[in-house]
């Protein structure tokens, strides 16, 4: 082989580990931004259940105008169902709960762009809002 050849093939080999580096890049960039979407989506769920609980009466099974059952008539608090605690995406709590406002609080299981904590976001409910905020996206 020629000098030329050797280096062409050098050349090629070192584009294509660049080029491999960067897909790897590319695809774990990709994963967090999907991780971070789909616990937003789940905490949404969440939150407009938590909305729902708090529109209807006690004798439906709701909260009649409280998150946290202060309305005196014997409900019982909203809380995070058990079977949708956990899920694909992460792992759901109630952090704080008032007559007026929830706090849920969403755990990814992908690392976040930090590189050593997992994406996680918080979500404030209230009876007609909700507010969501990335602490490590």
Request: glycine content about 12%; aromatic content about 4%; hydrophobic content about 40%.
């Amino acid at each position: 082989m020629g000098q030329q050849q050797l280096l062409l093939i050098v050349l090629g080999v070192i584009i294509v580990g660049i080029a491999v580096v960067v897909g790897i890049n590319v695809f774990t960039a990709s994963s967090v931004n999907a991780n971070r979407d789909a616990v937003i989506a789940d905490l949404t769920t969440l939150a407009s259940m938590a909305q729902q609980y708090y529109r209807k009466p006690i004798a439906m099974g709701g909260g009649s105008n409280s998150f946290d059952a202060s309305t005196g008539s014997g409900g019982t608090a909203w809380s995070i169902p058990a079977q949708l605690d956990t899920t694909a995406n992460g792992t759901y709590q109630l952090s704080s709960s008032g007559a007026q406002s929830i706090t849920l609080v969403g755990t990814g299981n992908e690392v976040g762009n930090d590189g050593s904590n997992k994406v996680k976001v918080t979500m404030v409910v209230g009876p007609r809002a909700i507010t969501s905020t990335t602490v490590n996206n």
